[in-house]
């Protein structure tokens, strides 16, 4: 269901996302696999028939990280009733994301990619602007992804504080149509 990518198709997009990658609504979400806080590895594709709630952030136990997977984490239940599996990506280390998880009781699994493939391939790692100056970081970012593995909505500037609402209230339109 998931489109795979293969290295050669994996290096032709990240060249190609270095510039202009944006995921778009209505296409298929890229597959990846990586490792998660326990370094598990995790595919996405091995959540095909899942609604997925993929999310893009800077760095563990940040302010502003913190905030946004608290704010997913408190909507946790209902966003479990609308079948919808979290999931979040940073550059962080397995050991880093163990404590984040551990100090804020985040129940879902955060992936690692301290290279920033995934992040290039979804146009969440590239040039910003931080404090008011240009930067290249990760750019937080959150996707929903259909359980056919089409991407249903792309957010491409989030509000830390209330994404986990914004992201429920989303899933709820969505199961309405």
Known sequence: MMRQINEATTSRIQ???YTYCMIEE???APDFTLPDENGNETALSSLDGQIVVLYFYPKDNTPGCTKEACSL???IDDLAKLDATVIGISPDSSASHIKFKEKHNLPF???SDPEHKVMEMYGAYGEKMLY????TGVIRSTFIIGKDGT???AYRKVNTATHGEDVKNALEKLAAK
């Open 151 to 153: 991407v249903l909505k």
């Open 109 to 111: 699994h955060l992936l």
């Open 73 to 75: 984490r408190d909507t």
């Open 132 to 135: 008011g100056k240009k930067t």
């Open 15 to 17: 060249i190609m996302c």
């Open 26 to 28: 209505g296409k298929l």
